[in-house]
């Protein structure tokens, strides 16, 4: 049957389609040096360090080897003596640009060739994605604590702006009006000293879920999560930590799963004695 098999398909070359798309792209490739200046070159340029290139730079088909080197530092950061230029004229004719005397007249170059640099400097900058890789760009992190000190900042934007929706809730219950739910406000997340006033260091505390019971032993931003958290040393080792978090301690505690960190609104403080191992539940 016509179309099960590899061999009844149309080659590229039979495809009208490809044909046709063939024929779009390189529709103005006979015209497109038409204008452009006597004496000139437009080149490729590659870097054996880069994943980008440079597509069309132009040179003077009478510049020296030697300046050509001094014209691609600017692009690719390589500095010239330690810059090896291989000409790629089509297909496997590559020629390398030796003698820094001569000019690319002089090797054959010519518009749509290539120029690629070699980077023979074993502590090149570009070496290992120095220069295109931004992961190993050293981030500023800003602990949570301070930028809730800052003013302009989107997080204190908001927190005014629910505040202030907020208040205009309270307004309009006051005056008798019905709220629809798609006005009320939602939960304003509390801040710092907030939660420091309402949970000081010390106080006995439970923690949802489970009702797990402890002391409160820190208050404050933990790398990695956003807000302030509250961490608990627990009675009991159903925690998920010893007071560390990825290394850093936030608090002291008895040992492995006596620590936890949870937010404010899991944390209810009150007279909560340690319980009792061995009483009964008829006991309370």
Not at 117 to 131: A, M, R
Not at 172 to 192: M, T, W
Request: aromatic share 8%; with cysteine; proline share 5%.
């Amino acid at each position: 049957m016509i179309g099960q098999k590899a061999e009844n398909y149309p080659t590229i070359h039979q495809s009208q389609e490809m044909v046709a798309l063939r024929e779009y792209l390189t529709a103005k490739d006979a015209t497109r040096y038409d204008n452009q200046a006597q004496g000139t070159l437009r080149l490729d340029v590659s870097h054996s360090n880069l994943i980008q290139r440079w597509h069309d730079i132009i040179f003077d088909e009478d510049m020296t080897i030697a300046r050509v080197k001094d014209k691609l530092y600017r692009h690719g950061g390589t500095p010239g003596a330690h810059q090896e230029l291989f000409l790629r004229r089509g297909g496997s004719d590559t020629i390398f640009l030796m003698d820094e005397s001569k000019t690319l007249k002089y090797y054959g170059a010519r518009n749509g060739m290539e120029i690629h640099i070699k980077d023979t400097d074993p502590h090149s900058i570009s070496l290992h994605g120095g220069l295109e890789d931004v992961s190993q760009v050293e981030k500023y992190v800003m602990e949570d604590d301070e930028y809730d000190k800052l003013q302009n900042s989107v997080r204190a934007i908001k927190r005014k702006e629910q505040a202030k929706q907020a208040a205009e809730k309270a307004a309009r219950i006051a005056a008798g009006e019905e709220l629809p739910p798609e006005v009320k406000p939602e939960a304003v997340e509390l801040s710092l000293e907030e939660v420091l006033q309402r949970m000081p260091e010390g106080s006995r505390c439970e923690v949802a879920p489970g009702g797990r019971r402890g002391t409160v032993a820190y208050v404050g931003s933990v790398t990695g999560l956003k807000g302030t958290w509250v961490g608990v040393s627990l009675d009991e080792p159903l925690g998920a930590n010893d007071g560390t978090k990825d290394g850093k301690r936030y608090f002291e505690c008895a040992g492995p799963k006596y620590g936890c960190f949870a937010k404010s609104e899991k944390v209810e403080i009150g007279d909560f004695p340690p319980r009792d191992p061995f009483a009964s539940d008829d006991e309370f």
